[in-house]
């Protein structure tokens, strides 16, 4: 039987060339980020660039994908009924009451995200797809977890579906207990030897028949109590890529798209510091056959007054070097342009908060630069993602049980939050072109307003239940106060005819005096 180390051996030849070009790409931005799996990472020695464009360029790329996939203050997905599950029985109220069930748990699922470190780890994931091309992430019961390239191994099919992976961890001995962990004999063992403190941990991961299963081992035998198994569509297993190459079990970065340019702005970049700390270096150069002894010139102090003659000597200088530092320094500014717009370094709005216009002409911008990463991190990370989370919490108790046949959750970031965003931007103008072209009253004519501003705060990704009134509650409340003004009038009438005054007989007309009868005398 194959043991997992001898798988991950195994596998590990069709890794060698990725991780390569990773740990390039991570030297030329992020030493730390990347290293070679041999390297002890205890005594790893970071050399540091000479230059910092293309760790600001990969910090900032990776913070404006957090902000398009994992939106702080707004939910990435949606719960909604399947519309050909609905049918036509389900009144309006009925549907009303599930959108607002739906809002509870999509409330209850986003807390559960914010009370942990998942975005933590996320940001550290998505430097690594910057950087390496590919990253892990582990969906566990305490959080979630990251493992980089130089620590696991993967397979896939020909459609590039996951098969296999293996991860390989190194833990210390003391927390193991090593008395049921004998070397198996005739087998070579390399995983931890009695003069280290570590021993190494291969977790083996596989598909079978629909159903993940994972253990792991040590010294060749499964540890007890780690055996695990999760249906097919919530893996707590994702595995990532930045780009994907047909037949190619992993992915490549960003960084490796522009090498080129990340390699010539580093020796440009080197050769100017070190021209220009050559050219600071003050030299005096001292005839031979002069009287002026370099000795006494050197011990000279300032405002020292010494024998000699000025023409002996001279101050050694860099010539015509001016104008090759001149076009190194236009080129390493044209390099350093191409990153910049590449990794979306050019348009940073300065500002303390972030709106929701500003997330969407990010994931705008983001698309238009990136083209399909969205598509690809939507498959491979937020769908697998939201539907761990909501297995997690359905075990938990702290959210009911959805039936899949009836309720599906869409992903509202990315690529969908941009088709929001344009309904959004549809909308507003079919309104206001209305108002400005037949006027006000055509508007209030012709367009629903409730129905208006329900679509209004669907398109921004608001939740308008309880803040936007029914119809049942905004009729009742006009005829209330049809009737208070009703009131008020008739109110308003009876204090007229109390405040007239009464009729003066003097007062009247002529007429009437003379029909009254004569008094006697």
């Not at 000699?308 to 001279?314: F, L, M, N």
Request: glycine fraction near 6%; charge should be negative.
């Amino acid at each position: 039987m194959t043991t997992a180390r001898e798988r991950y051996n195994k596998l590990s030849s069709n890794r060698y060339q990725f991780l390569d070009t990773a740990v390039e790409c991570s030297k030329l931005t992020l030493p730390y980020l990347i290293s070679r799996e041999d390297e002890s990472q205890n005594h790893r020695v970071l050399v540091t660039p000479w230059q910092s464009v293309g760790s600001k360029a990969v910090v900032t790329l990776a913070a404006k994908l957090m902000l398009a996939l994992l939106p702080p203050q707004t939910t990435f997905f949606k719960l909604q009924v399947k519309e050909d599950k609905l049918g036509e029985n389900v009144t309006p109220e009925i549907k009303s009451e599930l959108d607002l069930s739906f809002s509870k748990m999509e409330r209850t699922i986003m807390e559960s995200i914010a009370a942990s470190n998942d975005r933590v780890v996320v940001h550290q994931a998505l430097k690594h797809l910057i950087v390496g091309g590919n990253a892990l992430i582990f969906m566990g019961k305490e959080g979630l977890k990251h493992y980089p390239l130089n620590r696991y191994v993967v397979n896939r099919d020909g459609n590039g579906e996951v098969l296999e992976i293996i991860t390989k961890e190194s833990v210390s001995k003391e927390l193991l207990n090593m008395k049921n962990f004998e070397p198996q004999p005739n087998r070579v063992q390399d995983e931890g030897s009695e003069h280290t403190d570590e021993v190494d941990i291969y977790t083996h991961v596989k598909l079978d028949n629909g159903r993940w299963r994972w253990h792991q081992e040590c010294l060749g035998k499964v540890m007890d109590g780690t055996k695990g198994t999760a249906p097919k569509n919530a893996s707590p297993w994702l595995v990532l890529r930045f780009n994907t190459c047909d037949g190619e079990d992993y992915g490549r970065g960003r960084v490796e798209e522009f090498l080129g340019d990340f390699r010539s702005l580093e020796a440009l970049s080197q050769a100017l510091v070190e021209g220009s700390a050559a050219a600071a270096k003050v030299v005096f150069l001292v005839s031979p056959s002069s009287t002026t002894k370099p000795q006494t010139l050197a011990q000279a102090g300032n405002g020292a007054i010494i024998q000699g003659r000025q023409e002996d000597v001279t101050v050694v200088t860099t010539g015509g070097k001016t104008a090759d530092f001149a076009t190194a320094a236009n080129l390493a500014q044209q390099l350093e342009r191409r990153i910049g717009e590449a990794f979306l370094q050019l348009n940073i709005r300065q500002s303390e908060r972030t709106t929701a216009e500003e997330v969407r002409l990010t994931q705008l911008e983001l698309e238009q630069q990136l083209g399909g990463l969205f598509s690809l991190l939507t498959v491979e990370f937020l769908v697998p993602y939201l539907n761990r989370v909501m297995l997690v919490l359905q075990r938990n108790g702290q959210l009911p049980k959805i039936p899949k046949e009836f309720v599906s959750p869409t992903i509202v970031a990315g690529v969908n939050a941009l088709g929001r965003g344009q309904d959004r931007e549809s909308l507003t103008t079919f309104i206001t072109t209305i108002a400005q072209t037949l006027g006000p009253e055509a508007l209030m004519k012709y367009i629903d307003s409730t129905e208006a501003i329900k679509r209004l705060a669907a398109a921004q990704g608001i939740d308008y239940l309880g803040l936007v009134k029914r119809e049942e509650q905004v009729q009742q409340e006009m005829q209330q106060q049809q009737q208070m003004a009703q009131q008020q009038s008739l109110v308003d009438q009876a204090g007229q005819l109390a405040s007239a005054p009464m009729m003066d007989p003097s007062k009247q007309p002529q007429e009437q005096q003379q029909q009254q009868p004569p008094q006697d005398a």
